[in-house]
């Protein structure tokens, strides 16, 4: 069973750009900092975060992510001048060198383990996706088949059904 914190780190990665990702103040607020200062500790090291690691979203990317979070209020209500930092599973780990708290380290091991377990799920879910196309074409293909034999059948019975014809006599005849 997971624990706890696992299950509440999941709801906090979302998707954005096609990567699996999670928020500045998310990731604030589990380290137990303010926002402005994890950003502080990434500027003073941006070395340790390229591109694929941190991204800042846009600001029509905040708020279509805005829009379709159900916890606007907290997220929105924060006085935020700028748009926020998203960090990849690697930004993430990365963060662990800059932010060097027992805490941190703690929720660092846990975000990991989540980031672990919906990777072994997608697979999971892709492997099963896959067997169910391999039965699917296995069952096409076992209709196709017996429909044919099916149909056949079928003649064969309306054709006993139906009134035999008239059949011609060949050879003599004999008298009435």
């Given at each position: 069973?997971?624990?706890?914190?696992?299950?509440?780190?999941r709801?906090?990665?979302?998707?954005?750009?096609?990567?699996?990702?999670m928020?500045?103040?998310?990731l604030?607020?589990?380290?137990?900092?303010?926002?402005h200062?994890?950003?502080?500790?990434?500027?003073?090291n941006?070395?340790?975060?390229?591109?694929?690691?941190?991204?800042q979203?846009?600001?029509?990317e905040?708020?279509?992510?805005?829009?379709?979070?159900?916890?606007?209020?907290?997220?929105?209500?924060?006085?935020?001048?700028?748009?926020?930092?998203?960090?990849?599973?690697?930004?993430?780990?990365?963060?662990?060198s800059?932010?060097?708290?027992?805490r941190?380290?703690?929720?660092?091991?846990?975000?990991?383990?989540?980031?672990?377990?919906l990777?072994?799920?997608?697979?999971s879910?892709?492997?099963?996706?896959?067997?169910?196309?391999?039965?699917?074409?296995?069952?096409m293909?076992?209709i196709?088949?017996?429909?044919?034999?099916?149909?056949?059948?079928?003649?064969?019975?309306n054709?006993?059904?139906?009134?035999?014809?008239?059949t011609?006599?060949?050879?003599f005849?004999?008298?009435?």
């Amino acid at each position: 069973m997971e624990s706890q914190e696992i299950v509440h780190i999941r709801n906090l990665i979302y998707e954005i750009r096609g990567q699996k990702v999670m928020l500045d103040s998310d990731l604030a607020e589990l380290y137990g900092v303010p926002t402005h200062r994890l950003n502080e500790a990434v500027k003073r090291n941006i070395r340790r975060f390229p591109d694929d690691f941190l991204f800042q979203l846009t600001g029509d990317e905040w708020k279509l992510f805005l829009r379709s979070q159900f916890a606007i209020s907290k997220i929105s209500h924060g006085g935020r001048r700028y748009t926020p930092f998203v960090f990849t599973e690697q930004g993430i780990s990365m963060l662990s060198s800059v932010i060097n708290s027992d805490r941190a380290i703690d929720v660092n091991i846990n975000i990991m383990r989540t980031f672990v377990n919906l990777r072994h799920y997608v697979n999971s879910q892709n492997k099963t996706d896959e067997q169910i196309a391999e039965l699917r074409k296995l069952l096409m293909l076992y209709i196709e088949k017996n429909d044919k034999r099916i149909n056949e059948i079928i003649i064969a019975l309306n054709n006993l059904i139906e009134k035999p014809k008239e059949t011609r006599t060949i050879g003599f005849r004999t008298g009435k």
